[in-house]
């Protein structure tokens, strides 16, 4: 099993800016993916971004940018720096890995944390 523990979300002003961590304990995946996903509130899940062990990162159009993922493999922890952040970027983060090859998907992800919020006044 994997866990992972999202950390540091909380209220911001717009233009501000937010870095959240996400520390992954237990049994660990060399190659893994780890993606980071947002639920605003009535809306889906949605893709944010992943990160590849190499470090190589790919993100959706919405945060693209201004949002930027990467990862400390020495520690198993991966960051989310959100920069330029609008009201429209409030939402629960999430954190997910993947021991697939490429993974945009949320059902191509295995593991999930439990989410942290982050919320964006005007």
């Known amino acids: 099993q994997v866990q992972l523990v999202e950390s540091g979300g909380g209220l911001v002003q717009a233009g501000g800016s937010l870095r959240l961590s996400c520390a992954a304990s237990g049994r660990t995946f060399t190659n893994a993916i780890m993606g980071w996903f947002r639920q605003a509130p009535g809306k889906e899940r949605e893709f944010v971004g992943n990160?590849?062990?190499?470090?190589?990162?790919y993100y959706a159009d919405s945060v693209k940018g201004r949002f930027t993922i990467s990862r400390d493999n020495a520690k198993n922890t991966v960051y989310l720096q959100m920069n330029s952040l609008k009201p429209e970027d409030t939402a629960v983060y999430y954190c997910?890995?993947?021991?697939?090859?490429?993974?945009?998907?949320?059902?191509?992800?295995?593991?999930w944390g439990q989410g942290t919020q982050v919320t964006v006044s005007s």
């Open positions: 990160i590849r062990w190499s470090g190589a990162s």
């Open positions: 997910a890995a993947s021991s697939a090859a490429w993974a945009l998907y949320q059902h191509e992800y295995n593991y």
